[in-house]
């Protein structure tokens, strides 16, 4: 499936659909507008999100091949659809650059009309599918802030396809409560060692390109890593975030004024995210990663973002296996909030032969 020819088949059966626009990198800056216009602005659609994360699968599979495009609508670009395929002698994926699929993001919402395209979505997808010789039909709701709690025409749609739901949880804060009772949701031991840690360390927010400072940062992640995680290019992209003033590094110094910990974060309009972090390991007892999710809130509300998706809380009948880092960190983050927001998963299993 590797083989060019097939590859260009895909792509002519992409452009056939009757809601093809055109591919993302044949209309960038239309892309992008539509992404601006989306009644909600998920981080993972955010332009440089998607920069990163398909720089961060390609590493990993240079095979790697961006199939993004434009939805239309009675003739008008209406939505972005993030895809890629991952080809190999054996297997050809589609994904969301190395992550499950997501639904396409629209900038109507109108029912009638959601309705309509996700019901011909779905049977599109399907038809993608077949012709990867597939076996299953695999797809993710992001959250869409408020509405998310409507089973709306996406929802609804796949479950009239035929789909079965698989929930799991993400950790969320109300970024529209005051900061006091977003306070009260901290774990309780929290609290007094955020006091502490913000007495402790010098803090300060990094909103402006400086490459001094991100450096820094990078190496503080290989040391704590003990090795180099990823390409040079996945940093270069987050630094542009920051310059671009869609994400910042909270940072922590000690009275040498070296840097001892900091975290980065993106966020767009109405939803911020936690990206990475990097802490002394030999500081592993004292505040650092309490103050800077403390710090990243208050920040978060000064720019009048309402969601914060803080990461995700695993339990033991998820179908994922998590490692025990993960389990770490996943606890460590529910300690900043006991709220929850589903994420759905929908399968359906696919008739084709490998």
Not at 281 to 298: E, M, N, S, T, W
Request: charged share 25%.
């Amino acid at each position: 499936m590797s083989d060019f020819s097939e590859i260009q088949k895909i792509i002519a059966f992409i452009r056939s659909w009757k809601f093809f626009f055109s591919f993302k990198n044949e209309n960038l800056e239309l892309w992008s507008d539509l992404f601006l216009k989306a009644p909600y602005q998920p981080v993972a659609y955010s332009d440089l999100a998607l920069d990163f994360q398909y720089l961060y699968q390609k590493e990993k599979e240079p095979s790697i091949i961006d199939m993004s495009f434009i939805i239309k609508d009675m003739g008008k670009p209406i939505g972005i659809w993030p895809l890629s395929i991952c080809t190999s002698e054996k297997t050809n994926k589609l994904n969301f650059y190395g992550l499950t699929l997501q639904i396409p993001l629209l900038i109507t919402t109108e029912l009638r009309v959601l309705e309509r395209i996700a019901n011909e979505f779905y049977l599109f997808l399907e038809r993608l599918l077949n012709i990867l010789k597939e076996k299953e039909f695999l797809i993710s709701l992001p959250f869409r802030g408020k509405l998310f709690y409507v089973v709306d025409p996406w929802h609804k749609a796949a479950l009239d396809f035929g789909a079965k739901p698989e929930i799991n949880y993400d950790l969320y804060i109300d970024l529209n409560l005051d900061i006091e009772e977003i306070r009260s949701q901290f774990r309780k031991s929290y609290k007094p060692l955020i006091s502490k840690g913000l007495n402790l360390w010098n803090t300060f927010v990094l909103t402006d390109r400086d490459e001094l400072v991100w450096e820094e940062y990078r190496q503080l992640h290989i040391s704590a890593a003990g090795r180099v995680t990823r390409c040079k290019e996945t940093w270069d992209v987050q630094l542009k975030s920051i310059e671009s003033k869609k994400g910042f590094l909270v940072c922590l110094r000690d009275e040498e004024d070296t840097l001892v910990g900091a975290g980065f974060f993106m966020f767009t309009k109405h939803e911020a995210r936690y990206d990475t972090a990097a802490y002394n390991r030999d500081l592993f007892d004292k505040p650092l990663g309490h103050v800077v999710q403390y710090i990243a809130i208050q920040e978060f509300k000064k720019r009048g973002i309402s969601s914060y998706i803080v990461g995700s809380r695993p339990y033991d009948f998820d179908s994922v296996q998590y490692t025990e880092k993960e389990l770490s960190i996943s606890k460590f983050k529910s300690g900043f909030t006991s709220s929850l927001i589903p994420r759905f998963i929908f399968k359906k299993s696919l008739l084709n032969e490998k």
